[in-house]
Nanobody, 122 residues
Framework: QVQLQESGPGLVKPSQTLSLTCTVS??????????WSWFRQPPGKGLEWMGV???????YYSPSLKSHTSISRDTSKNQFSLQLSSVTPDDTAVYYC??????????????WGQGTQVTGSS
């Protein structure tokens, strides 16, 4: 029932800001004990966790990306967004949004978007 879908420009010029939106259906992003995360996967590399926004709107970021990363939400649209400033070619990756569930005895990412390719290039 739960679906996540990333959207946004596939090409971002260096030094500009990457902006992506994750649209959630099937559950409210304000529902207790769910948090909403962003990941990315550069070519040939593993997944990198970027940050998360919790059910109460609190945000947490990877220390290596904190200075450039902002996650926000629009509860009226049931969406949460990622902004990554000062983009370089090294930010080229497939970007994913995912739901983190901590409602039971185990914590896990139980729902994922399909991913969207973003290239930092002129």
């Amino acid at each position: 029932q739960v679906q996540l879908q990333e959207s946004g420009p596939g090409l971002v010029k260096p030094s500009q800001t990457l902006s992506l939106t994750c649209t959630v259906s099937g559950v409210s992003i304000t529902t207790s004990y769910y948090a909403w995360s962003w990941f990315r996967q550069p070519p040939g590399k593993g997944l990198e966790w970027m940050g998360v926004i919790s059910d109460d709107g609190s945000t947490y970021y990877s220390p290596s990306l904190k200075s450039h990363t902002s996650i926000s939400r629009d509860t009226s649209k049931n969406q949460f967004s990622l902004q990554l400033s000062s983009v370089t070619p090294d930010d080229t990756a497939v970007y994913y949004c995912a739901r983190f569930s901590y409602t039971g005895q185990y914590y896990h990412f139980d729902s994922w978007g399909q991913g969207t390719q973003v290239t930092g290039s002129s």
